[in-house]
């Protein structure tokens, strides 16, 4: 689930994993919650960005902290889905090998409308200026755009998830 996305409730699930794990500390725990939901107030500052997400569909049906953390998520997704500056779709399982990344990726369009790209692995985050670099980024940001299911299919998907972690 993207963080900009994510409830309180889920992130700290998805942080305690990490402590458990031993790859940080609680104290970074508590910094990184504090940062992402920090972050989250860029959401509904004025004038809000123009915010396009293509999540994954594993992102609905990867159960963490189960459906008591699961189930306010999805309802969360699906309230942010409602606001005018905010684009959600679920690009499917079915898409394949036509899905271009398998990581989590962020263009960011500057005023200047020069374009930047932000990918994170595991351990850390990379800033890409790299027109060509970010330019092929954006075509395939485009594509998966486009074969992903509109808003109004993604949010059905989502609320068939949620329904079924209701049950």
């Known amino acids: 689930m993207p963080g900009l996305l ?3 409730e889920y992130a700290q699930v998805e942080l305690a994993a990490g402590v458990s794990r031993g790859n ?3 104290e ?5 919650l ?4 920090a972050r989250q107030a860029a959401i509904t500052r004025q ?3 123009m915010i396009h997400v293509v999540m994954d569909e594993s992102a609905l049906r990867w159960q963490v902290g189960g459906p008591a953390v699961m189930v306010p998520q999805l309802r969360r997704v699906e309230e942010l889905a409602g ?3 905010m684009i959600i779709q679920v690009a499917p399982f079915s898409l394949g090998a036509r899905r271009p990344f398998h990581h989590s990726l962020t263009l960011l369009t500057l005023p200047n ?3 930047i790209g932000y990918v994170e692995d595991m351990k850390q985050g990379h800033l890409e200026r790299d027109i060509p670099t970010v330019r092929e980024w954006s075509r395939d940001c485009a594509r998966l755009q486009a074969d992903a299911p ?3 299919d993604s949010m059905a998907t989502v609320r068939a998830v949620r329904k079924e972690l209701e049950q």
């Open 24 to 26: 940080i500390s609680t």
């Open 113 to 115: 409308r020069m374009q």
């Open 6 to 8: 994510q409830t309180p």
């Open 34 to 37: 504090s940062f992402r939901l």
């Open 47 to 49: 004038p809000a960005p």
């Open 150 to 152: 509109s808003v109004a």
């Open 28 to 32: 970074q725990a508590a910094e990184r």
């Open 83 to 85: 606001l005018p500056n």
